[in-house]
């Protein structure tokens, strides 16, 4: 059984950092990608990055680039989203999904498709 496990979120101020974790088990391959999607207040959830365990590629949503980096530590397996440069607008509940890999896994992250999904952590960025 797949799980993940979201931690790090807390309060900071805008222009300060975070960095949460996504710690991933049960996987019976090594071909997945694990990514953070976000859901403010009263908005619909939105993706935010995502990472391949097999070649370590990436995938940034656009006006992100530059604030936020994702990486991915095997041995722990665990993934890391570093947040640099908050802003209040980035407050959300931050969520981690996984899904194995495929030719369509930009196109199944940015609509929301990952299978599995582990619980929020809440980052609130005052002003």
């Known amino acids: 059984e797949v799980q993940l496990q979201a931690s790090g979120g807390g309060l900071v101020q805008a222009g300060g950092s975070l960095r949460l974790a996504c710690k991933a088990s049960?996987?019976?391959?090594?071909?997945?990608?694990i990514g953070w999607y976000r859901q403010a207040p009263g908005k619909d959830r939105e993706e935010v990055s995502y990472?391949?365990?097999?070649?370590?590629?990436?995938y940034y949503e656009h006006s992100l680039r530059g604030r936020f980096t994702i990486s991915f530590d095997k041995a722990k397996m665990t993934v890391y989203l570093q947040m640099n440069s908050l802003k209040p607008e980035d407050t959300a509940v931050y969520y981690c999904?996984?899904?194995?890999?495929?030719?369509?896994?930009?196109?199944?992250?940015?609509?929301?498709?990952?299978?599995?999904w582990g619980q929020g952590t809440l980052v609130t960025v005052s002003s």
């Open positions: 049960g996987f019976t391959s090594d071909d997945y990608v």
């Open positions: 999904a996984a899904d194995r890999s495929s030719w369509m896994i930009a196109e199944r992250f940015i609509s929301r498709a990952f299978p599995y």
């Open positions: 990472i391949s365990n097999k070649d370590g590629s990436t």
